[in-house]
C-alpha cells in the first residue's frame, strides 16, 4: 500500500470494495463516446446496455487482479489485470479514476503498481490497449509516461446484420 501527498492510497482490492468497484467502473467509462454512439446506432447488444456490460466485467473479475485507489476511506480509482503464463504476457484491463480525481497522477500510481503485480507474477511482457479516440488521448499518454509503445493501430467495424444488403 503506497500513500501520496494527498493522503491516496493504492491498494489491493477486497471483496467488499466490489459494489464500489462496480459503480466506479460504470461512472469512469460514463464520458467513452464511443459506447454512446454504438449505443446510438445500434441499441442496447444482448439486451442488455454498456453500462451492464461493464458492471458485469467487475462483478466477475478475480479481485486479486484489481488495485483500487481511495481517499477519505473511499474508492475513487482502480486498475485491472490479467496474467497468462503460457505467453508471458501480462494485461493491463479495465481502469478509470473518477473525474475529479484526475490530473494528479493517481491513474499512473495505479498502473505502476499493477506492472509491479505484473511482473512479479512472472510475466516477461505487459501490455494495454485503448481507442483512438479523442476521449482516450489522456489514456494514451498516461501509458506512453509509463513506458508502453504503440504496436499497431486498429479499428473496429460493426454492423447490424437486418439492415446488411440495404
Given at each position: 500500500?503506497?500513500?501520496?501527498?494527498?493522503?491516496?492510497?493504492?491498494?489491493?482490492?477486497?471483496?467488499?470494495?466490489?459494489?464500489?468497484?462496480?459503480?466506479?467502473i460504470v461512472h469512469g467509462f460514463a464520458e467513452v463516446t464511443v459506447h454512446r454512439w454504438?449505443?446510438?446506432?445500434?441499441?442496447?447488444?444482448?439486451?442488455?446496455?454498456?453500462?451492464?456490460?461493464k458492471a458485469d466485467d467487475m462483478r466477475t473479475i478475480d479481485i486479486e487482479h484489481v488495485v483500487i485507489a481511495e481517499s477519505e476511506g473511499r474508492p475513487v480509482g482502480f486498475a485491472t489485470f490479467h496474467v497468462n503464463h503460457a505467453t508471458g504476457i501480462g494485461t493491463v484491463g479495465n481502469n478509470a479514476v473518477l473525474p475529479a480525481f484526475r490530473g494528479?497522477?493517481?491513474?499512473?500510481?495505479?498502473?505502476?503498481?499493477?506492472?509491479?503485480?505484473?511482473?512479479?507474477?512472472?510475466?516477461?511482457?505487459?501490455?494495454?490497449?485503448t481507442g483512438l479516440e479523442d476521449c482516450y488521448k489522456p489514456a494514451r499518454r498516461m501509458y506512453e509516461r509509463q513506458g508502453f509503445e504503440p504496436l499497431n493501430r486498429s479499428i473496429v467495424y460493426m454492423m447490424k446484420l437486418s439492415e446488411r444488403g440495404k
Open positions: 500500500m503506497t500513500t501520496d501527498t494527498n493522503g491516496t492510497i493504492i491498494r489491493q482490492a477486497r471483496e467488499e470494495d466490489r459494489e464500489a468497484l462496480i459503480k466506479l454504438r449505443e446510438q446506432r445500434y441499441g442496447v447488444i444482448g439486451g442488455r446496455s454498456w453500462a451492464e456490460w494528479h497522477g493517481i491513474g499512473g500510481r495505479l498502473h505502476a503498481r499493477v506492472l509491479q503485480l505484473i511482473a512479479a507474477a512472472g510475466m516477461d511482457f505487459a501490455q494495454v490497449s
